[in-house]
């Protein structure tokens, strides 16, 4: 049985038709994803690769069995992790930890995720040390969308929080949305969608309906309390599905936050954690209704008010119009007239 779409009155070709979300006619009513409490190893080379690649493709496999028709791993899985030894502190480019670990997109790595996303039906998330293909010398502190199809993007982290990230990695330089079977994806990497609102907002506005946040939390009093509720804004404040699947106990350089979480928007209580981890490694589980999220965009249309000339434009107008002149007053640049 069809619902009734709350985007019944917009025109399909109007671009506050994909604001709205528009879900085509192939898209499932009912998703389940899984979000994945990491534990790893620290150490260099493909020994530590190859450990942590084949128990992604184990935790990827029970996921599945669960249901899972997305599974989202945490910032830099297939990454360097450590950032205390002595080269990553005073070298200015990346590290020989950081380039052993790098390699490119497509690679071996995304290659056996890419098969295995294939198999099973599925599209996995997965951090990743990403050699720029134009530019060897660049490591980027990426995340890959692989499905059915194979690659589907990768994502370059842009904000780059912790001091010795900037030594060993490049920033990206795109928020990019991906069209899914399972709906509109977009990612943003741990500080990015942390402490960085304005980007959920855009990919929101892009058109997601599920943002995805692998990230590499640590273990700092009240941080458990800070990734659960976190995501659960992030979700509620863009009526969005957030994923954010964080790393758990020993990362090296320190400990992990755990907690990974699955979040959506809800009314009247809202705080709406679907699933959540602990501190212990696990396969977290939860399905995601998106006829019950068409309903939110009934009830909350704010979407299509952003950027609706008779609604909230001018408003957006003004706010695009701060950040401009913001940027060009730091950059040196003359003010908008």
Not at 259 to 279: C, E, R, W
């Amino acid at each position: 049985m069809t619902a009734e779409r709350p985007d019944e009155g917009l025109e399909p070709q109007s671009p506050l038709a994909d604001i709205h979300g528009v879900r085509g006619s192939d898209q499932p009513d009912l998703v389940t994803v899984a979000c994945v409490n990491f534990a790893g190893v620290s150490g260099d080379g493909d020994a530590t690769k190859s450990y942590r690649l084949a128990k992604m493709v184990r935790q990827v496999r029970e996921a599945c069995r669960q249901g899972a028709r997305l599974v989202v791993f945490p910032e830099s899985a297939l990454g360097a992790i450590g950032s205390t030894c002595d080269a990553c502190s005073v070298e200015s480019g990346p590290s020989e930890e950081h380039r052993s670990w790098a390699e490119p997109v497509p690679g071996p790595s995304t290659n056996t995720l890419a098969e295995l996303a294939a198999e099973l039906d599925t599209y996995i998330v997965f951090g990743l040390d990403e050699v720029n293909p134009d530019h060897p010398e660049h490591i980027h502190n990426s995340a890959v969308l692989v499905g059915p199809e194979g690659v589907v993007g990768t994502y370059r982290k842009l904000h780059l929080g912790h001091p010795l990230e900037t030594r060993h990695y490049s920033p990206g330089d795109a928020l990019p949305v991906w069209e899914t079977s399972l709906g509109p994806i977009g990612i943003l990497i741990c500080y990015d969608f942390w402490s960085n609102p304005e980007l959920s907002r855009i990919l929101a506005l892009k058109g997601a309906r599920i943002l995805v946040n692998p990230t590499r939390s640590a273990a700092n009093p009240g941080k458990a309390d800070y990734v659960r509720n976190t995501t659960v804004v992030r979700a509620q404040e863009n009526l969005v599905y957030a994923l954010s699947a964080n790393w758990t106990g020993s990362t090296g350089d320190g400990s992990a936050a755990g907690h990974s979480t699955i979040a959506g928007p809800a009314y009247p209580a809202f705080n709406n954690v679907l699933a959540s981890a602990g501190t212990e490694e696990q396969v977290v589980v939860a399905t995601l209704n998106f006829e019950q999220l068409d309903r939110w965009y009934d009830v909350f249309p704010w979407r299509q008010w952003r950027l609706d000339p008779d609604r909230q434009l001018p408003v957006t107008r003004l706010i695009a119009s701060e950040l401009d002149d913001l940027v060009k007053k730091y950059s040196g640049e003359p003010p908008t007239a």
